[in-house]
């Protein structure tokens, strides 16, 4: 969910909370709390799901190159003990 979304749906769950059914919040009080909102989520440094799911995928790669690696290595080791017997 993109940020300017996210505060879309703040905005309107907030309206369902103080009077449900009613649009209760001024243009004025909403936008001082799209700002605040806005405010707090840049500072919590938050990203997208697509942002999450690509670094995760990365990670992924990553963590099946290192074992494959790590499989590597220890058959290199192996060659190397035998060959020192």
Known sequence: ???DQLLHQFLQQLNAVISPGADV???????KIKA?????????DLVTRDEFDAQRAVLARSREKIEQMEKLLAELEARLENQQN
């Open 1 to 3: 969910m993109k940020p």
């Open 25 to 31: 919040l001024g243009k004025e009080a909403q936008q």
């Open 36 to 44: 605040a909102a806005q405010a707090t989520f840049d500072k919590l």
